[in-house]
């Protein structure tokens, strides 16, 4: 569990807690020294293909949109996606993530 840093993270997104709740992710440790200022929520981009267009929110810890920017659409992918994922889409997203790390 010491090797959880925000650099090390393997999936950057907002999802919901219910399958926590529902206790069927199982809570698997706990940080001794969690300090939750090292793990702000980082900016997330949108993007409208259609449109051509792409913006850059700013969310507090609660997930309320503080600020959001118009950027260059190129810029964009730097960035996690702006989006909400379901439990299925994390769990699949993760999967693949881990595989391929320990391939590597």
Excluded: H, Q
């Amino acid at each position: 569990m010491e090797r959880l840093i925000p650099e090390n993270a393997l999936l950057v997104g907002k999802f919901g807690d219910l399958e926590i709740l529902r206790k069927n992710w199982p809570i698997i440790g706990a940080l001794k020294d969690w300090v939750p200022s090292n793990w702000p929520m980082l900016p997330m981009a949108r993007i409208d293909e259609a449109a051509g267009r792409a913006w850059l929110a700013i969310y507090d810890d609660s997930f309320n949109c503080i600020k959001e920017t118009e950027i260059d659409i190129d810029a964009a992918s730097r960035y996690p996606y702006d989006r909400m994922m379901g439990a299925g889409a994390v769990e699949v997203r993760l999967t693949n993530l881990i595989r391929s790390a320990e391939e590597s």
